[in-house]
């Protein structure tokens, strides 16, 4: 049976990708991070988010595999993302097709703002 947490940026599924397909099977959780690509990603930080998931099903080994624990795995990890953003490591693409700030305003620095909000 296919599991699954759908927030903004994080989709976990219990499948695999076949293809253009997803297989369910219990055996492997599969992640895709920022699916309307919402932010511009450098490798480092896509790297630790994978590492901060990996921790987190980690964290949960030995308990039941089930929806509500895949959305607390997804939560957190929407949390992760938004520190990511908060710290600098990654940006909003402001060329993307869905521009909602939905983890709040870009921060554009401008020579007049310069040491006001740090």
């Known amino acids: ?17 076949q293809g253009n397909e997803l297989v369910p099977n219990d055996g492997v959780l599969t992640l895709d991070i920022d699916p309307d690509n919402e932010f511009n990603w450098q490798e480092d930080s896509l790297q630790k988010v994978y590492r901060k998931f990996d ?9 039941e595999l089930s929806e509500y624990n895949l959305r607390r795995i997804g939560s957190d990890l929407e949390h992760f993302i938004r520190s990511l953003l908060q710290k600098g490591e990654i940006s909003y693409n402001l060329g993307g097709r869905v521009l909602n700030y939905s983890m709040g ?11 006001k909000y740090k």
Not at 105 to 115: K, Q, V
């Open 55 to 63: 921790d987190l099903v980690e964290s949960y080994n030995g308990e």
């Open 1 to 17: 049976m296919l599991l699954k947490s759908t927030t903004r940026h994080i989709r976990i599924y219990t499948a695999e990708v």
């Open 105 to 115: 305003l870009p921060r554009i620095d401008s020579p007049a703002d310069e040491g």
